[in-house]
């Protein structure tokens, strides 16, 4: 009786183990249904309604409501501080209450002679534990089991080009890890801290906080508290 109870406590033992070890490596505690239009990307004949018409927290496809913006998706290329793809392809969706901010923004970029250029929106709680396995330093890439608010759909990195887009020098390429990206990095030419006064300055106009490291890195405010999300879009 005494080695049978050796063998179910043994049984037990390493069954939790095994559930810890999955827990670790795979997304948890995520949004598992989320309100999205993805579907009706397809569907030339649906009409998309209006912004004004849709929750806070639906997902949207940003290029369906707006074509004033630019697109360089860096994670959907090899070319990003990962130095592998991560996305199947190149897609920018946010929250809706994110999408009326950026847009609003954009506006007031826009009439200074500018306009926003993203290089990573939403991101799946999926692509986070990618990126973790690449890079599994905090410092650089935010622990997929408590999330980043990337995977909440309530924060961008951009930057500014001219309405005709050429570039605006921001002192770094995005994501550059250094003090030469750091917002309290003074030490730089009059140009280019004129440059990230003008994209720092506006987006907090607009409900967005910056972090000091990563002058390109913006979080809505009022999604911090959103849920977790894994829903990944159609490609085609």
Known sequence: MRLFGFIVMSFILLSCRESTKKKMTQPVDVEQKVDTLAQ??????????????????????????????????????ANNFLKAKVYDCAECYTRVKTA??????????????????????YRPNSVQYKMWEIVPNPQYVANPVKGSIHNKGGAVDITLVKLDGRRVDMGTDFDFFGHKAYHDNTNLPAEILQNRKVLKGTMEKHGFWSIRTEWWHYNL????RDAIANFKWPCP
């Open 40 to 77: 009706m990307h397809s569907e030339e004949e649906k009409k998309l309604p209006d912004l004004s018409e849709l929750a806070d927290t639906t997902f949207i496809r940003l290029v369906d409501y707006s074509d004033d913006f630019e697109y360089d998706l860096r994670y959907a290329t």
């Open 221 to 224: 405010g009022a999604a911090s």
């Open 100 to 121: 009326r901010a950026l847009i609003a923004a954009n506006k007031e970029f826009m009439d200074q002679g500018y306009r926003i250029k993203f290089f990573d929106c």
